[in-house]
């Protein structure tokens, strides 16, 4: 397709997502989101000005050439689209469904200082969709064997992502997994209906093709320590993606109550373990049909987790977040999702405690409101409680989604590690080496809770140090 | 998949595996647990690791029917596989010369204190066994027991073997007697507590081994968080063995009694047909291991 001339591109408006009716919706767990179709996604490419220098590229945390994947996409090639994400970008059908864009590549898109800036992420979820449902895959070269090898502790996306580029630098890359499937919070945590398992194990597939070795149920730290892979299993070089797993509670009275969950457990009941098809799997989850659910908090976590009690059945479902909605660090998208699906929103409102019944089950929630003061240190306005306002209400079931902390499992089996006094990971900047000859570390272990698609650039990152620290050894 | 390589009954309900799982051989202490996800559409359920065999590389389990999935796993035999085992868990039992220990095993409990009584004995501890069950046929371990303690003392509910009487009824008796300076009590809720209720004005230290619902087994989704004192911890790493007199126990039994509904309903539907689930699961693991094979040669 030719490029229109600058002033005939701006005439088009930004392309809406095709979306499931919210009323369905919000009773299946199917994707929300359909996927622009290929004249769609052209249409939204010839908005790109094609700028010298593309500021998206740099708003992109992997540095993927967004220019040069809309030239694609305005020619037709697909598959060659695919390639190109590809050599910066190992799971483009996840990031084009799950990065907050209006943060990174679109938030730095010219256009949007003017108008609405150019949908990347609808072109991207194109292309890579294209991809699989063909079947054509465009999996980058892979360089000579170098016989090194390479662990990766944790197969979230940051593992993932440092996984697929040492691979295509001819190393011999294992990724060791604590649970069962492979995909981090891919799997466990972000639900179904905005991210299809189906994805993210196809995703995996095409990783077996390059050559990338998995093995599940090792919990490093308990299984195998670091220093027994890197001295009994011969690995020259180790890079730990835990992620930050820990679940965070209130710490406040009646939190042991049946129907009190973390979001972690709640999420990978109904994700990981299916608990959202009870008549074909054994793993159970509070029955949440007709009841009230509140889930505290206002990320993604939050709003992943609202929406899948909604989808449970949930006869109301509250988001709890003591700050206003503006303070909110979910996607945008995921909090419209939310309110058309009938999600009720109950800002600047905290918990205070919970109560319960004879049988030891979740009743009533004792809440107070809150009023924002001085900035904090995050620069948000700090939530203060209101005197006086405090209140009930009736509630089954209380999700906790306030954020999560390191698990300490790998730290605590690697005495060489330095780690933060919250437990977090020490590592350079630049490179992500740790403070252990040979051992990187990156993605939220590293960061705390981030992205998706940052956990991805540290994978790379560290993946660039690696190869350097590789290829300075003596070759094998 | 995991083989299995060994699968005997100890007992009516209660049977015996060995499993293919060298890297958890290797690594298992006493006091430390396994998960095992049998099948696709399965849980995932914590087992305490009896014996390892780091020759052969299998883990030793002894399973009681409770529900569907451990009912399932009872039906397997020599050389089928689980689909997952992840291990070991939990931290491993404190182990060192006290003096005189007395070990408490109910019902499987025994199973689960059988390799701690075994550590305690190579510290050079006086080790006293009190092992009580329903009946005589229910009763495991009893050679391995008398093996590896000083004293031992049978219980059983009905009198069929042993002395009939609770286990608290003998420890209060030994304690009576001499001077006992650990107890460690492994088995259902109401004997833990029952055992921490003797022990407690007499101030033996006192140690029991906690069961709540489990998901991960790796601190990531506190699903099994215990009131300790005035703390919560997770049971599937700061545990499974917690200082009994500090436990509470009202909150543990309600948390595992959550999810009772679907369970029954689950188990109900095994039962109407358990051949028939157990064929789609081997039918599976086939599946699986054909595919394996074709991957390998490719
Ligand atoms: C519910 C939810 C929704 C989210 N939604 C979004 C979103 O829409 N967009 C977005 O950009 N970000 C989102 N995020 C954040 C994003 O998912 C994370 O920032 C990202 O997954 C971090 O990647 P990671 O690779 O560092 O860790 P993780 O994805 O956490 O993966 C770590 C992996 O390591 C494994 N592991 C841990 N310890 C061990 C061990 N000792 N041995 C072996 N393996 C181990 C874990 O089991 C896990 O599989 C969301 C997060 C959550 C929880
Ligand atoms: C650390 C630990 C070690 C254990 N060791 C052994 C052992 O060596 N041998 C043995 O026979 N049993 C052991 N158990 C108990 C065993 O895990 C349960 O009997 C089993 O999970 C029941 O599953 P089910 O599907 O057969 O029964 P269900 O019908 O699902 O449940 C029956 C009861 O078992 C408990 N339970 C259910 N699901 C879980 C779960 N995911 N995690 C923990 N408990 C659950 C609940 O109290 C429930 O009411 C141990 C438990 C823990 C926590
Ligand atoms: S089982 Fe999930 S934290 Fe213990």
Redo the contacts with the bound molecule.
């Keep these: 397709m030719d490029r229109l001339p600058p002033k005939e591109r701006m005439k088009i408006s930004r392309s809406s997502m095709p979306e499931q009716d919210a009323k369905d919706r919000a009773r299946n767990f199917l994707e929300v989101n359909l996927g622009l179709p290929v004249l769609a996604a052209q249409h939204e490419a010839q908005r790109c000005l094609d700028c010298a220098d593309p500021k998206c590229v740099g708003a992109c945390p992997v540095g993927m050439q967004i220019n040069d994947v809309v030239t694609l996409v305005l020619d037709g090639d697909f598959i060659g689209a695919a390639k190109k994400i590809r050599e910066d970008n190992v799971l483009p059908a996840v990031t084009g469904r799950v990065c907050p864009q209006e943060n990174q590549c679109e938030g730095a898109c010219v256009l949007g200082k003017k108008m609405d800036a150019v949908a990347i992420g609808y072109i991207e979820r194109f292309v890579a969709d294209y991809e699989r449902e063909t079947g054509n895959v465009g999996l980058p070269d892979l360089k000579p064997s170098t016989g090194k090898k390479v662990a990766i502790i944790g197969s979230g996306p940051a593992g993932l992502s440092c996984a697929g580029d040492m691979a295509i630098n001819g190393h011999d890359v294992t990724v060791f997994e604590a649970l069962h499937e492979i995909g981090g919070v891919l799997v466990y945590g972000i639900p179904e209906f905005r991210l299809p398992k189906d994805i993210v194990k196809n995703e995996v597939e095409n990783m077996k093709n390059m050559g990338i070795k998995f093995e599940t149920n090792v919990v490093v730290g308990k299984t195998i320590t670091i220093d027994e892979l890197m001295t009994e299993e011969g690995f020259d070089c180790v890079f730990i993606a835990t992620g930050a797993g820990l679940p965070k509670f209130l710490k406040i009275p009646g939190e042991h109550l049946g129907g009190v969950y973390s979001a972690n457990e709640f999420l990978t009941r109904v994700n990981l373990m299916k608990a959202y098809d009870p008549e074909k799997y ?3 989850i509070y029955d949440c049909r007709g009841k009230n659910v509140a889930v505290v908090g206002g990320g993604n976590t939050a709003m992943d987790s609202v929406r899948s009690a909604l989808r449970l059945g949930a006869k109301n479902a509250y988001i709890i977040y003591r700050r206003g909605e503006d303070e909110m660090p979910a996607r945008k998208e995921e909090v419209h999702h939310a309110k058309d699906e009938g999600v009720q929103f109950m800002t600047l409102v905290n918990p205070v405690s919970f109560l319960g019944d004879e049988k030891g089950n979740l009743k009533v929630a004792h809440l107070q409101r809150m009023e924002l003061g001085e900035p904090d240190a995050s620069g948000r306005r700090r939530p203060v409680p209101k005197e006086g306002s405090d209140f009930e209400m009736p509630l089954d079931v209380a999700i906790i989604a306030v954020g999560t902390g390191a698990n300490p499992l790998v730290q605590s089996t690697t005495p060489d590690l330095d780690t933060t006094d919250r437990g977090y990971i020490l590592a350079d900047e630049e490179t992500l080496a740790t403070s252990k000859p040979g051992v990187f570390a990156g993605g939220d272990i590293v960061s705390g809770s981030a992205t998706v698609i940052r956990a991805m650039g540290a994978g790379r990152k560290a993946a660039k140090a690696m190869h350097e620290y590789l290829t300075a050894q003596a070759p094998v | 998949m995991y083989l299995i390589k060994e699968a005997r009954f100890l007992a009516p309900d ?1 049977k015996l595996f060995r499993i293919e799982a060298p890297r958890i051989a290797r690594k298992r202490k006493a006091g430390q ?1 396994v ?1 095992v996800r049998v099948h696709d559409e ?9 014996d390892s065999n780091t020759d052969d590389g299998t883990v030793t ?13 009872n039906m397997m035999e020599e050389g089928d596989s689980v689909l997952d085992i992840v291990g070991p ?2 931290d491993p039992s404190h182990i060192e010369n006290f003096g005189t220990c007395v070990v408490i095993g109910g019902g ?2 025994t ?2 204190a059988y390799p701690t009584a075994v550590e305690m004995k190579t510290q050079g501890n006086h080790v006293i066994g009190i092992v009580g069950s329903r009946n005589k046929e229910l009763f495991i371990l009893e050679d391995e027991m008398r093996a590896t303690t000083d004293a031992f003392y049978p219980m059983t509910d009905d009198g069929s073997y042993g002395e009939k009487g609770f286990v608290t009824n003998k420890l209060a008796e030994i304690c009576e007697k001499q001077k006992v300076d650990f107890v460690l009590a492994i088995g259902p809720i109401p004997m833990m507590r029952a055992v921490a209720n003797v022990t407690r004005d007499l101030g033996i230290k006192t140690v029991v ?7 991960d ?1 790796t601190g990531m989704c506190g ?2 968080r215990v009131q300790i004192g005035d703390e919560t911890k997770f ?2 790493v700061d ?2 063995e917690f200082d009994a007199h500090l436990v509470d126990f009202d909150t543990l039994i309600a ?6 509904e ?3 309903k ?2 109900a539907e095994f039962q109407a047909n358990p051949l028939v689930v157990l064929e789609q699961v081997r039918h599976q693991c086939r599946l699986d291991q054909v595919e394996e094979a074709i991957k390998a040669r490719n």
């Excluded at chain 2, 399965?42 to 009896?50: H, Y």
């Excluded at chain 2, 389990?61 to 796993?73: D, P, S, Y």
């Design positions: 054994d793993q159970p | 209660i647990f998960i399965g849980e995932r359920i914590p087992l305490t690791i009896a389990i002894i399973v009681q029917n409770a529900g569907k999935t451990t009912r399932l796993l868990l939990g499987v409990g199973a689960i081994s906690l069961n709540p619902i489990m998901v087994g699903g099994c049971a599937c545990g499974p948390r595992n009694s959550l999810y009772k679907k369970e029954q689950d188990l």
